[in-house]
């Protein structure tokens, strides 16, 4: 039976690492029907909006998508379209393993985590006021009679919702993850010694899931903590779950344990939608030139097979790569460079997908 899978190749480095990791999944003998659609910058000429209704309509259709990173300008222009994907599906869940590689170039060895990042929620609900709105100077009227200490006028604010409903259902999904694979630990990071009413919900709302799964170790850390804990030997922490910001900065944090960007997959669980990306960027200072590693892409795409019920095939791809990262004679500049200092005698970005 033919999977559909809708592709968003992305912009920066997303079509190249996209089009490799399509090679790599056909090489598996899975059919997948793949239901090509574009957004992000390029886009927006034709449609007025970097997120076309058709790609939504298409992921809604099919129930599943891998993707390339698109590119989120700085300040202004429109805001994230990965971020728009994951409220309009309710992708709750980013679920990120980091994993040592044979050969990965890193300076720590069989590091084996799973982070689960709160995906909706936090300050990426995009709820921000500008200097002068009358948002702020109705939230400086509020602290004032709130006898707070106030905050400047030209103040920016951004608003920090999480919610009990969305921290129950990200701990939920980490210790069921827990159980299901036979982890030791769940983690909860957090800063509730600062952020008393919104982390502190958080880390109430994990312990409480933690009390419902006793055969599961369970500890909390303060974020700073954590990250250096995490640094010295990672070894001491298993699964990890938290908020939506910490969970971004900690995941590229883990990537860096295990090789770099270029090694870390994702995905991205709603409950009718699941869409599998890396957890890098578009990387554009080094797009168009087949330099990219596709890595991290090729097994966000063994999730997405493990997803569709071929985990055969997603083995069959997680052993391709350690085979062909073991071997070490066909690996991307980064790898190359981590390895020996020098990018000298790098693979580009297809010439790998071809090992692979
Ligand atoms: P980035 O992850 O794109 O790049 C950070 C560094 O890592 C760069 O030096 C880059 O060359 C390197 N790198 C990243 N992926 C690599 C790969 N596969 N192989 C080799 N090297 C790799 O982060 P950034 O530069 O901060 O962000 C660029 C753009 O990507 C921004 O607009 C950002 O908003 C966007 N972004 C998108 C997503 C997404 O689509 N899900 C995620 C993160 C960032």
């Known amino acids: 039976m033919a999977h559909d899978v809708v592709l968003i190749p992305g912009d920066g480095i997303g079509p190249e690492i996209t089009e490799a990791m399509r090679r790599v999944v056909e090489a598996t003998g899975v059919s997948i029907t793949w239901h090509v659609e574009q957004a992000g910058a390029g886009v927006m000429d034709e449609y ?21 990173p698109i590119t989120t300008p700085i300040g202004t222009g429109f805001r994230s379209v990965n971020v728009a994907l994951r409220h309009a599906f309710n992708l709750y869940a980013c679920v990120r393993p980091c994993l040592s590689l044979p050969g990965d170039g890193s300076r720590y060895h069989d590091v084996d985590l ?46 920090k919702p999480i919610s009990e409903a969305g921290s ?62 995490l640094v010295q030997d990672p070894s001491n922490f298993d699964v990890l779950v938290l908020p939506n910001l910490y969970g971004d900065i900690v995941s590229d944090l883990c990537a860096g344990l295990v090789g770099g960007l270029g090694m870390a997959p994702g995905a991205n669980i709603g409950t009718s939608c699941a869409i599998f990306e890396a957890t890098h960027g578009s990387a554009p200072d080094i797009a168009g030139q087949d330099i990219a590693n596709p890595t991290a892409e090729i097994l966000s795409a063994a999730m997405m097979l493990e997803h569709l019920g071929e ?31 020098s990018t000298e005698g790098a693979a580009g970005t297809q010439a790998y997908a071809d090992a692979v």
């Open 48 to 68: 007025g909006t970097p997120l076309p209704q058709r790609v939504l309509d298409a992921v809604s259709k099919v129930g599943v998508a891998i993707k390339g």
């Open 114 to 159: 799973v982070i689960f990042r709160e995906n909706t929620e936090d300050l990426y609900a995009g709820i921000e006021f500008d200097p002068g709105a009358p948002e702020v100077a109705a939230l400086a009227g509020l602290v004032d009679q709130a006898g707070l200490r106030p905050f400047r006028a030209d103040s920016a604010i951004s608003i």
């Open 168 to 229: 129950r259902a990200i701990a939920e999904a980490a210790f069921e993850y827990a159980e299901r694979c036979g982890r030791r630990k769940v983690t909860a990071v957090h800063k509730a010694n600062i952020m008393k009413a919104t982390d502190g919900l958080f880390l109430r709302t994990v312990r409480e899931v933690a009390s419902e799964h006793p055969s599961i170790a369970f500890e909390d850390k303060i974020v700073d903590a954590a990250c250096m804990g």
């Open 311 to 341: 985990a055969e095939a997603a083995e069959q791809i997680r052993a391709a790569v350690r085979a062909t990262l073991a071997e070490g004679a066909v690996v991307t500049a980064d790898v190359r460079r981590a390895l020996t200092g």
